[in-house]
């Protein structure tokens, strides 16, 4: 069983920056990819990053594209979402999501999932 905890979540300002982290309790999740995924109230998870396992590969909502970036350190069992220029709209509880055979934009395909980070953007 893979436990995922996220962690780094706060109140910013919009144009401030933030960067998440996800750690794994075992050295599997160095194995698998790993995205992120974000839930505003009243509305399903949204895609919003994934990187391969080696690290080489990542993937980004166009609604992110330049503006976030997300990396890996496997020694450490960790993914990381570093956020810049947030804005209003990037409110929501962030969730990291891994699974062994799965690498895509679907959130129902991924097996395993943290318990979410809140992150509020407001002036």
């Known amino acids: 069983q893979v436990q995922l905890v996220e962690s780094g979540g706060g109140y910013v300002r919009p144009g401030d920056s933030l960067r998440l982290s996800c750690a794994a309790s075992?050295?599997?999740?160095?194995?698998?990819?790993t995205a992120w995924f974000r839930q505003a109230p009243g509305k399903e998870p949204e895609f919003v990053a994934v990187?391969?396992?080696?690290?080489?590969?990542?993937y980004y909502s166009d609604s992110v594209k330049g503006r976030f970036t997300i990396s890996r350190d496997n020694a450490k069992n960790t993914v990381y979402l570093q956020m810049n220029s947030l804005k209003p709209e990037d409110t929501a509880v962030y969730y990291c999501?891994?699974?062994?055979?799965?690498?895509?934009?679907?959130?129902?395909?991924?097996?395993?999932w943290g318990q979410g980070t809140q992150v509020t953007v407001s002036p």
């Open positions: 075992e050295h599997t999740n160095s194995r698998y990819p």
């Open positions: 999501a891994a699974d062994s055979s799965y690498e895509g934009t679907v959130y129902r395909n991924y097996r395993y």
């Open positions: 990187i391969s396992w080696s690290g080489q590969s990542t």
